[in-house]
């Protein structure tokens, strides 16, 4: 049977840590629940003190602090360094699993030798109890129709999905599981990304391995105002930034190509923004420079020209 470790990053969540661990505790099937590993990111809340002083002694329950305080990809990465199961679990600590979350996981991990990274799907969940209809990665117009073929094995399976990674992400924090020696090989997460740390690791499983995606909904994810991803960044600086390193990356030489064009889109986005702050000439600035990864982008040009005439 797989051995699951859970890792779930923390910092001043203990309102909503409890009931993350519950929906991990309460998981059952066909796997071995090796251990959950809660790594504290130098909490100073006294609420989440308190709550993790009292969890840290439950069986297969570990608490073990960040060195400083350095954000989720570092807190995470500890805890995949700590973690003993063959498969290591990631789970916010504001999101739940959904019963049978792992195990839907585990049934594929057994049957596919070749299997090293799992994905699945999940609900944005709002305060008022809303849930979204369908899951969000389905809904999505990128990557709902790579996983719309039937599934009767019951996965999806995406062969080195690079391209379609580039695109978006193709699952989610709380619904990826991954072979441990595989997260080691690739050293973790890339801690000096505060937002995006989970896409660009994303992207570069997607250069190593296949993506087992199971097509059904296995966490919830709670929507508030403390999410890292809440508001949303308007200059999506943190995907910038992601990008850049990946083409630096001589690893990506082959989608380099594939890359400018998803920074071009990132630099439209920027001039979109800047122009209606009317920062007209930062908003040249970034259309011209949409315009150096794709000079026939024809939005782009009709920035730019707006922008010159200080035209919102």
């Known amino acids: 049977m797989p051995r699951f470790s859970v890792v779930i990053p923390c910092y001043n969540r203990g309102h909503y840590l409890e009931e993350a661990l519950e929906s991990a505790l309460s998981q059952e099937g066909p796997f071995e629940l090796e251990e959950i590993i809660l790594v504290d990111d130098h909490s100073d809340d006294p609420a989440t003190l308190d709550l993790l002083a009292r969890i840290g002694g439950r069986k297969r329950v570990q608490v073990i602090s960040n060195p400083g305080r350095r954000g989720p990809a570092a807190a995470r990465n500890v805890g995949i360094r700590a973690a003993r199961g063959d498969w290591v679990a990631f789970l916010d600590s504001d999101d739940i699993w959904l019963p049978g979350a792992l195990a839907s996981q585990a049934r594929v991990a057994a049957a596919e030798p070749e299997c090293r990274w799992l994905g699945g799907d999940m609900h944005r969940w709002y305060p008022d109890g809303r849930r979204d209809d369908r899951g969000s990665r389905m809904t999505s117009a990128i990557v709902g129709p790579l996983l719309s073929r039937d599934a009767p094995e019951g996965y999806v399976r995406l062969p080195r999905p690079v391209e379609a990674s580039l695109q978006a992400n193709l699952t989610w924090t709380s619904t990826t599981t991954v072979r441990r020696e595989l997260l080691l090989e690739l050293r973790g997460y890339d801690d000096s990304l505060r937002k995006s740390e989970d896409g660009h690791l994303w992207i570069r499983l997607a250069a190593r391995t296949d993506l087992w995606f199971v097509p059904r909904v296995l966490a919830l994810y709670r929507q508030h105002d403390e999410n ?33 064009r998803r920074l071009a889109r990132l630099w439209l986005r920027r001039g979109r923004y800047f122009r209606r702050q009317r920062q007209f000439g930062r908003a040249a600035v970034a259309y011209a420079r949409s315009l150096g990864r794709r000079p026939f982008e024809g939005e782009a040009w009709r920035g730019l020209g707006s922008s010159m005439l200080r035209r919102k």
Do not use: H, N
Not at 234 to 243: K, N, S, V
């Open 228 to 260: 890292i991803t809440a508001p949303a960044d308007p200059l999506d600086e943190g995907t910038m930034r992601a990008f850049r390193m990946l083409l630096a990356d001589p690893e990506f030489r082959p989608y380099r190509r594939a890359i400018r």
